[in-house]
């Protein structure tokens, strides 16, 4: 079947439903129907239509408190499907269970969206103090170990660190990075060590510790990453233990999807 044959087959309202759902890209976290009618050019009525239909199959939802909506958790389900064809939740899993029994912390495994980054799977540690599990989560790649490490994988390829941050930098604690200048210091320290640290810079209490996966083609695809409360997640532990095991689980996924250092 031709290009021009398959247009005639067509669904204008599939079509748009799809362009609603992208609207929902980059730092877009949620939107109002008003804006998603200007963006889309349909009249409210269609607008409603549309979200309803996407609302009862989980693809969107309804923040309750400001009647905004986002994405549902089954735009995620989707995503994760595409990511299990791609190999890399299924060749990431062993080494984060693998890592996780080695240090008994949370390993993560996420993967860049926009201007964030998405958390897709979890191996929850043994312990009776852990973090809460992020997963579907989406934090500012700015922030959080898995963005600064992919952010600094992505520049030295030659990617423009700008297209991977908000215009304005919204600090979330205290301790979050809170201009450009801070950001790129920490950016030198990932080059450097092979590993990204959040140091409260998403929740009081917590530190993380992170790497980037690359695949065959040098692309970076993801990140992993180590979660655990302060008590356990010292920075001499850190330099000692957890950078290099992050730094060598990362090398690891990244050689299992085909990824190989030139000589």
Not at 75 to 89: M, R
Not at 137 to 144: H, S
Request: net charge neutral; with cysteine.
């Amino acid at each position: 079947m031709s290009k021009r044959e398959k247009e005639d087959y067509v669904i204008q309202a599939v079509i748009n439903a799809l362009d609603l759902i992208e609207q929902f890209k980059g730092d877009v976290n949620e939107l109002g129907v008003t804006e998603l009618s200007k963006r889309l050019n349909l009249h409210k009525n269609n607008i409603f239509r549309l979200l309803a239909t996407l609302e009862s199959k989980g693809y969107i939802e309804q923040n309750k408190l400001n009647e905004n909506y986002r994405l549902g958790v089954k735009c995620l389900e989707i995503g994760q499907n595409f990511l299990k064809q791609t190999g890399l939740l299924r060749q990431a899993r062993p080494i984060m269970e693998e890592l996780s029994a080695k240090c008994n912390e949370n390993i993560y495994l996420s993967v860049l969206r926009g201007k964030n980054v998405v958390y897709i799977d979890v191996v929850e540690a043994n312990q009776a103090v852990r973090v809460t599990s992020r997963i579907g989560a989406q934090l500012p790649t700015y922030c959080c170990a898995s963005g600064k490490a992919q952010i600094a994988a992505l520049t030295e390829l030659g990617e423009d660190i700008e297209k991977y941050l908000p215009s304005k930098i919204k600090p979330i604690t205290a301790n979050t990075k809170k201009n450009i200048e801070e950001i790129n210091k920490e950016l030198e320290f990932v080059k450097k060590n092979g590993y990204a640290i959040d140091d409260e810079e998403v929740d009081i209490g917590v530190r993380c510790v992170g790497a980037a996966i690359k695949d065959y083609t040098k692309r970076v695809i993801g990140a992993i990453s180590i979660s655990g409360p302060l008590t356990r997640m010292s920075f001499e532990r850190i330099d000692k233990e957890l950078g290099p095991l992050i730094f060598e689980a990362a090398k690891k996924i990244s050689e299992k999807l085909g990824y190989f250092i030139d000589i």
